[in-house]
């Protein structure tokens, strides 16, 4: 159905015609010869082509294979139905259906972007990163003859800056007044009157009310370690930071991302630095292999066990990890290492708190926030962006342009998409059809919102890299936006690391399909590419468990030192290493692991809180114990980084195509093929084969990487220094492919590259 969706109207419609004129292929073969042709066409105007001939309906009325598959899985009703007959029988009737309205809804959210576009940059006569500039407007800003203070705040009648400077107290010196309807306050002091390292805040006063404040648009905050009340920080040291690494352009041949946490990236129970990540993790995540690092709980956020999604400040970077100056030094590191930085980037919703966050900055609690029901998040306990103003609209494209030109971020990784794309935010919808997609209950605003922040992005740095966390596979999500898209570069593969779960939770080792593995790990929109993982930190989050804890549970306490194994251990590291490699293998992107997790990290990450008496013993990274070669860890460890290694032989192999080669359900073996590497699984737990064999490209084959070697905890059974050399069979001569005939272990994967 994929490629029919892609189908333009005419096109299709023409191969239907002449095919079945010419009466020369059946509907089936009409079906394949439309998706082989259709294969790669894009169009701004996209729709399903359905063809079908009269000798293929039932004498019942039943449709034809095709129309069915679209009315079973619920698509609209045609509203156009095209019929012409054959000139040389005219007994003969075909039909082609054009469903305009999944067109008309995605042309509707097209022109909707490029109405708002159009209004944001005054009909073209600017760009929209010249209307993403409020973070260079509003805030605090040091000029030439002193500072100048500004906030959006229409619903005040009174603003004052309070702080260090002058006691705390109100006075007329400090207050601000009122530019315009607008709501713009100023206020403009002379270079004495705040210095750098002051704290302050707002007093904002409103009809009816009053209340203590930190501005909207300030780029500090931090609390106080005694009372934990937050306050904003003049901040403006005397030397700027100055960039090591002047330009950088990511690699994303293929992108291998490591989601990290700069405060729970130490051994030690406390709160980790900037400084601490660029000395002690960077140069891991190098040395592994990794090109990019994905930072979470950048922006500021009152609740450190909140993981930083439920945002206070969006312009300050946290100041629980150290300075703005230490991060960019982190940023700057990275680039120099080749290593891309991208945030993890909270539009979706905004924390509650009124003191420290937008909940009701000047007496509206709707400023910057949907009213009525829409107001509040039902499972986040938050409150939801008013994606339809376009004073929201500037505060969230500032946050992107800000956070990029500031900090130099090559892109973000959005989070919680579903949760804007619905009215519903995803929750309770099955979401089983097209029409699930296209049903009305979308929000449009928040379609058009990511659609420009998407555009803007890549107009401030068109190498940039921007990825969506979205769960209901809305399409069209991570395509171009010529082609009808929102622009993302990627999509997050959500289907393979809930595929893991439930496959490890429910079946017996004997019940995994490799058929079943394969569709998994491919199943995607071919004009749409995705960050394929195992597992992320949601999985390693207090009341789930990892990969390697589902495995292996408890005994990782007890049976995890080399020679002190038992089979449940022995077990759990094979199947580590081969959900990793055939993950891993068959990008068509780029691949995620979670930090540690490429090393089998025991236990859930539970951050402190009152529950657990404020400990710090499961916020952090235990990395001596993959140090430890007396442990099994770094068996885990090492094979990562070979795994990595050994995709990076492939030029670009997220662009090749994955050719499968065999798969056997019985013997629960899987094969297939990437540029030059062949990729061989045995998921049986019993059964090794012997003389196994693959039909191939004649030629030979050396083994690159061996999940069964002593090297990476294996028993090494098979022998890994032999060339391997295809064996001929006269059958396949023309197709130039023999026979390559291995021996293949239970539960174990092999690559071999083709010499």
Not at 309 to 315: A, G, L, P, R, T
Not at 422 to 435: I, K, Q, R
Not at 458 to 469: D, F, G, K, L, Y
Not at 569 to 574: K, P, S
Request: glycine share 8%; with cysteine; hydrophobic share 35%.
């Amino acid at each position: 159905e994929d490629c029919l969706l892609r189908a333009p109207f005419s096109y299709g419609l023409a191969i239907a015609d002449s095919a079945l004129r010419a009466k020369s292929m059946s509907r089936d073969d009409l079906c394949e010869r439309l998706q082989a042709d259709c294969e790669g066409r894009r169009g701004y105007r996209r729709a399903q082509v359905i063809a079908s001939h009269a000798d293929g309906l039932s004498e019942n009325g039943g449709e034809s294979r095709f129309r069915a598959f679209f009315i079973a899985y619920g698509f609209p009703v045609p509203e156009l139905q095209v019929e012409f007959r054959d000139p040389l029988d005219s007994s003969q009737v075909f039909r082609v259906d054009y469903f305009w309205r999944l067109e008309d809804a995605i042309k509707g959210r097209h022109d909707h972007a490029l109405w708002k576009l159009d209004n944001l940059t005054n009909h073209g006569k600017k760009n929209l990163t010249d209307f993403a500039n409020g973070h260079k407007y509003y805030g605090l800003h040091k000029t030439t003859r002193g500072w100048v203070f500004r906030e959006w705040a229409p619903n005040a009648t009174e603003i004052y800056l309070v702080g260090d400077f002058n006691g705390w107290k109100e006075s007329d010196k400090y207050k601000a007044k009122r530019l315009n309807e607008h709501g713009d306050w100023e206020l403009k002091l002379s270079a004495k009157a705040i210095k750098h390292g002051d704290l302050y805040k707002m007093h904002v006063y409103w009809d009816g009310g009053h209340g203590e404040r930190i501005p909207a648009w300030c780029n500090r905050v931090v609390q106080d370690e005694q009372t934990k009340i937050f306050s904003a920080q003049v901040w403006n040291p005397e030397k700027e930071y100055e960039w090591k690494k002047k330009t950088f352009k990511p690699t994303k041949s293929p992108l291998l991302i490591y989601e990290c946490h700069i405060g729970m990236a130490q051994d030690a129970e406390k709160v980790g630095t900037y400084n601490e990540f660029r000395e002690n993790v960077l140069p891991r995540i190098k040395a592994d292999g990794y090109n990019c690092i994905q930072i979470m709980a950048i922006q500021e956020h009152p609740y450190y066990g909140s993981f930083g999604y439920h945002v206070s400040s969006f312009f300050a970077a946290s100041s629980r990890f150290g300075t703005p100056e230490e991060l960019k030094a982190l940023i700057d590191q990275a680039h120099k290492d080749g290593i891309a930085v991208i945030m993890d980037i909270v539009h979706s919703h905004a924390v509650k708190n009124e003191m420290e966050g937008l909940g009701n900055l000047a007496g509206d609690p709707n400023q910057y926030f949907y009213p009525g029901e829409r107001h509040e998040h039902p499972a986040w306990d938050s409150l939801c962006f008013d994606y339809g103003k376009d004073d929201v609209m500037h505060f969230l494209l500032s946050n992107c342009k800000y956070w990029m030109e500031e900090f130099r971020f090559d892109g973000f990784r959005f989070d919680g998409v579903t949760s804007m794309l619905y009215y519903s935010h995803g929750l309770g919808e099955a979401f089983c059809n097209y029409g699930d997609y296209f049903n009305g209950h979308q929000d449009d605003n928040a379609i058009c919102y990511l659609t420009l922040a998407n555009l803007l992005i890549h107009e401030v740095n068109p190498n940039a890299i921007t990825i969506a966390e979205e769960v209901s596979g809305m399409p069209g999500l991570a395509a171009k936006f010529t082609d009808g898209g929102y622009g993302f570069d990627y999509r997050m593969a959500m289907n393979i690391p809930d595929y893991w779960i439930k496959t490890i939770k429910e079946l017996p080792d004997e019940a995994w399909k490799p058929s079943s593995i394969f569709w998994e790990v491919t199943n995607r929109r071919s004009d749409e590419r995705t960050i394929s993982y195992c597992e992320s930190h949601d999985q390693a989050l207090v009341g789930d468990k990892t990969i390697i804890f589902r495995l292996i549970d408890s005994d990782m306490y007890w049976h995890f030192r080399k020679g002190d194994e038992n089979e449940r251990v022995h077990r759990g590291i094979a199947l580590h290493k081969m959900i990793r490699l055939v993950t891993a293998s068959t990008i068509n992107g780029g691949y995620l692991n979670f930090m540690g997790n490429e090393f089998g990290h025991p236990e859930w990450i539970d951050f402190p809180r009152e529950g657990n008496g404020w400990s710090y013993k499961y916020a952090r990274r235990q990395w001596n114990l993959v140090d430890n070669k007396e442990l099994d860890y770094h068996y885990l460890g090492d094979f990562d980084r070979a795994m990595l290694k050994t995709l990076k032989m492939v030029r670009s192999i997220q662009s090749k195509p994955v050719q499968e080669i065999w798969h056997n359900d019985g013997d629960q073996i899987l094969a297939y093929m990437r540029g030059d590497l062949i990729f061989i699984f045995n998921f049986n737990p019993t059964k090794s084969f012997t003389d196994y064999g693959f039909l191939v490209p004649t030629g030979s084959y050396d083994v690159v990487l061996n999940t069964d070697a002593k090297e990476f905890g294996g028993n090494g059974l098979a022998d890994d220094t032999m060339t391997h050399l295809t064996n001929y069979d006269p059958a396949y001569v023309t197709e130039h492919k023999e026979w390559l005939k291995l021996y293949v272990p239970a539960r174990s994967a092999v690559v071999l590259k083709k010499n």
